[in-house]
């Protein structure tokens, strides 16, 4: 039976990441990388894809039994924080792109000729329920992210999860101006008491519709 890699990159929505809420495949024998780091921006992933490059060609890395790879990445809300623009961090988006699902007249030598990916786009957390200003920056950069999704000549190879409004009430994330009027409101039952970042409730979430996105690439 072929064997799937999982690899995670991204910032610490991803290194935070409970393993025993790994999202899991169809395919026996699925195994889990975490290269997330805390405070990552999306340039950081650079980093953490050529770590894992670096671990796949020296063989400490237990997925180098395989040439299938199932790519989770999330990263961006810490680049708004940081100052950028939605523009600079799509450039950078881009890359990481390209990075993972190299064109095939590519120099790259990634072991992902057949692999997949899903990506986590920005979601609306409740230390944000007051700041409408970054609320239409992280709802900008979801539509850029998209955007470049559908351009890109990987784009069948890859899913976006569209988590703006996932962690939000019921009743106000479909309510009318719900994104750009700020009437969308995070669910406190998602996430820690820090108001930022995901519990397990919250992680539970992102496992089930991740093994969903997963599940359509592989029968693509």
């Not at 703006?164 to 009743?171: R, W, Y």
């Amino acid at each position: 039976m072929m064997t799937l890699g999982m690899v995670l990159f991204g910032d610490s929505d991803i290194s935070r990441w409970p393993p025993s809420l790994y999202p899991t495949s169809p395919l026996a024998h699925s195994k889990v990388s975490n290269y997330g780091k805390s405070g990552a921006e999306l340039a950081d992933l650079s980093h953490q894809i050529n770590q894992w490059e670096i671990q796949i060609q020296d063989g400490s890395n237990s997925n180098n039994t395989t040439d299938n790879y199932v790519f989770a990445c999330c990263a961006g809300e810490n680049d708004i924080g940081s100052g950028r623009s939605v523009d600079q961090i799509l450039e950078m988006f881009r890359a990481v792109l390209d990075a993972l699902l190299p064109p095939s007249n590519s120099d790259q030598q990634l072991p992902c000729n057949k692999s997949k990916m899903i990506f986590f786009g920005p979601k609306f957390e409740p230390w944000l329920t007051n700041d409408n200003a970054s609320r239409k920056k992280y709802a900008k950069l979801n539509n850029g992210f998209q955007r470049a999704i559908r351009k890109h000549h990987a784009s069948n190879h890859i899913m976006y999860i569209d988590c703006l409004t996932l962690f939000c009430t019921k009743e106000t994330s479909n309510a009318p101006g719900a994104v750009y009027g700020g009437r969308a409101m995070p669910d406190h039952k998602y996430f820690n008491a820090d108001g930022l970042h995901l519990n397990d409730v919250g992680y539970g979430v992102w496992k089930h519709v991740a093994e969903e996105k997963i599940a359509q690439l592989i029968d693509s």
